[in-house]
């Protein structure tokens, strides 16, 4: 590289030293733009955004330009091996090894980079090498880890999964919900090794210890205590269940799929076998067996489509989309149809169909995955059958509050993950494992590009935190203690991340609001009148589409914790193209009220850039035609957005106990 200063990539590199990100950003997007082959420019890159999804795409599209571009493969390694971040805890602690939610989980935007503003390097390093965490002087040096032991896959993840019953003798540890992400090449590369490790140990064995051995297969078991995300009750007060409900979505009635080919005989008596397996796994009796195919990738956006999207469907997606907008969740030009398909899909490569009865099977052939993926899709069938999951009010649209329909489907995934990995280890072959070692799975079932923050944690929701909750019950009396969740469905986010909530019988407190429509004139429509319960205030603290506004992790769910109930109403006018929100929360207790107001100022100051309006009644910010106002009164705290302050003054006069 030259070292001309008018050269574009010394001027970005001087930016990334000087933490200027958002101006780096704007340089080498402009750069590439005119040199979309330049290695060193999407190297550079990689350093300049913050969510980690881009940087490795900056990374990957780098070493296909230059195989040789050593840094960047430093970096991507780098940026791998950390894919499995702490939990965030104040203060953090690691996650348990044995929890099931760590176990194959997706890096998020901010727990695998940090900009050069949070890790300086040392003067010795330059924007062209990794950018690493400095260990404080005082930290001793790690001590050297202990060899691992070989051992089976199935006696390896039995450990992940499966806790001994004295565990209802334990009390459950306070740690927080972990950032965490589906790394499948990574658990099927591990479990492939250590099965061959295993082989080799005890073919070892056997020739040296017993000349004229006598083949015999042994399966060893072993239960081990698995710690949970659990939080102790801070709030114990009788509590009802929200009584409000969000706008009622038409009856819709999906168009018939695509036409596909029944499995071949040789795939129907392998995916017999397999519903035996888990009908016997989960202590649930067979009621036949649902409509099942063998799907190809290039025909699940169709199939998707015609099973999940009609006019109704795509006119409340843009209804969503000025909600998700104005919380700060995506960006007004964001197109949500991927979200919502992706959203009705496994990632790993399947789906099942409440509403018509019929399993998908991603693949052209059934092999290790499709298996692995079947008993995933086939406990879903299987719980249909006993618990009418399409009646829940869930599936298609959601016909209850939002989050009680995101807790639910956190029960259905979770009960499908955690019986999944059981099937994995009783039944899975070495072929099995042999196939999970080739097989490198996308994110999603229709990728995307650069997908919000927002988008892959709301995606991952109900399998990371609902594989927690299912097994939190599992532990406290195996399948017959999930079942009962199917009778008493939880109500709320809070519940599904802290389970003991649940158990509890802590419900969330109903908050009740006037209606906008008496603030605002005529032609202003509701767009939404919902809650937003405890995961989604974390999210629009800590995963926005606004880079620069997003609040660390432990911040963000510092804040949201305590959550005790929430009521929003979103209200829209299509001449002017303007949008309202009233957001008003109430917590468990005043510090935890104290606590989610200074983070909602931060968020704030940082997403309107610090442009604070003199206010005596609350902390006001405007700029760009945007307007937004926190006001905190009796342990509760209400936002108001609005585009002037003259339409905050307006709401502010329905809600007295904030003026």
């Not at 032991?149 to 927080?176: D, F, M």
């Not at 019988?505 to 005529?522: C, F, G, Q, Y």
Request: some cysteine; charged content about 20%; hydrophobic content about 35%.
């Amino acid at each position: 590289m030259t070292n001309n200063a008018n050269d574009p990539l010394e001027q970005a590199a001087e930016l990334l030293r000087t933490s200027h990100l958002g101006e780096a950003r704007a340089l080498l997007a402009a750069y590439l733009q005119a040199h979309p082959a330049s290695d060193e420019g999407w190297y550079m890159l990689s350093h300049a955004v913050t969510d980690a999804t881009h940087q490795r795409d900056c990374l990957e599209r780098a070493l296909h330009l230059n195989p040789g571009n050593r840094a960047a493969r430093e970096r991507l390694a780098l940026l791998r091996g950390e894919a499995a971040p702490s939990r965030p805890t104040p203060p953090p602690t690691s996650p348990p090894a044995d929890s099931i939610s760590t176990f194959g989980s997706r890096p998020t935007a901010s727990s695998v980079y940090r900009p050069p503003a949070e890790q300086p390097p040392t003067p010795s390093q330059t924007i062209y090498g990794a950018w690493p965490t400095p260990r404080p002087a005082h930290e001793p040096e790690p001590e050297p880890e202990p060899e691992p032991v070989a051992e089976s896959p199935a006696a390896h993840l039995r450990g992940q999964l499966i806790a001994p019953t004295n565990y209802l003798l334990t009390e459950p540890e306070p740690v927080t919900p972990p950032r965490r992400a589906r790394d499948w090449p990574m658990i099927f590369l591990v479990m492939f090794g250590l099965l061959v490790l295993a082989g080799v140990g005890v073919t070892t064995a056997v020739l040296v210890l017993r000349p004229t051995p006598t083949p015999v297969a042994v399966v060893v078991i072993e239960n081990t205590p698995v710690s949970f995300p659990t939080l102790p009750p801070t709030w114990t007060a009788t509590l009802n269940i929200p009584t409000h409900t969000p706008t009622p979505i038409p009856t819709r009635t999906p168009r018939p799929s695509a036409t596909f080919e029944p499995p071949n005989p040789t795939q129907a008596v392998q995916m017999d076998k397999i519903a035996e397996q888990v009908a016997d796994l989960r202590g649930l009796a067979l009621q036949g067996a649902p409509e099942r195919f063998l799907i190809p990738r290039d025909r699940v956006a169709d199939t998707l489509e015609g099973l999940v999207l009609d006019p109704d469907r795509r006119a409340s997606l843009e209804k969503e989309l000025r909600v998700l907008s104005i919380l700060g969740l995506v960006k007004p030009t964001y197109d949500l149809v991927k979200y919502a398909l992706n959203s009705s899909s496994d990632s790993l490569g399947g789906f099942y169909i409440p509403w018509t009865k019929q399993m998908f099977v991603i693949g052209q052939t059934f092999g290790g995955l499709e298996r692995f993926v079947y008993s995933h899709e086939f406990d879903h069938a299987l719980t249909d059958q006993h618990f009418d999951i399409d009646a829940m009010g869930v599936y298609p649209n959601c016909r209850l509050t939002s989050q009680r329909c995101a807790a639910i489907r956190a029960l259905v995934e979770g009960d499908a993950t955690l019986l999944m990995y059981q099937w994995l280890n009783q039944y899975a072959t070495p072929q099995d494992y042999k196939d999970f070692a080739n097989y490198r799975p996308p994110e999603y079932n229709l990728p995307e590009e650069f997908p919000p923050p927002y988008v892959s944690q709301e995606l991952d929701f109900p399998y990371t935190y609902g594989a927690d909750f299912v097994q939190y019950l599992y532990n406290r009396g195996r399948w017959a203690e999930v079942n009962k969740a199917y009778e008493r469905l939880p109500e709320s986010t809070e519940q599904i991340l802290h389970p003991e909530k649940y158990i509890a019988h802590e419900a969330p407190i109903t908050v009740t609001d006037p209606s906008l429509a008496e603030a605002l004139p005529a032609e202003w429509v509701m767009l939404e009148d919902d809650d937003l319960g405890e995961w989604m205030t974390f999210l629009i603290l800590g995963y926005g589409a606004d880079y620069e506004a997003m609040l660390p992790d432990d911040t963000a769910w510092t804040a949201a914790n305590g959550w005790g109930g929430d009521h929003h109403q979103v209200y829209y006018q299509s001449d002017l193209d303007q949008t309202v929100l009233a957001a008003h929360w109430v917590w468990d207790t005043p510090r935890d009220n104290t606590q989610f107001a200074d983070a909602l100022r931060d968020y704030m100051d940082a997403r309107l850039r610090g442009s604070k309006v003199p206010r005596t009644d609350g902390d006001c910010w405007e700029a760009n035609n945007q307007a937004g106002c926190v006001f905190v009164a009796n342990g509760e705290t209400l936002w108001l957005y609005a585009p002037n302050q003259t339409l905050i003054n307006d709401l502010l006069a329905f809600f007295p106990a904030f003026q």
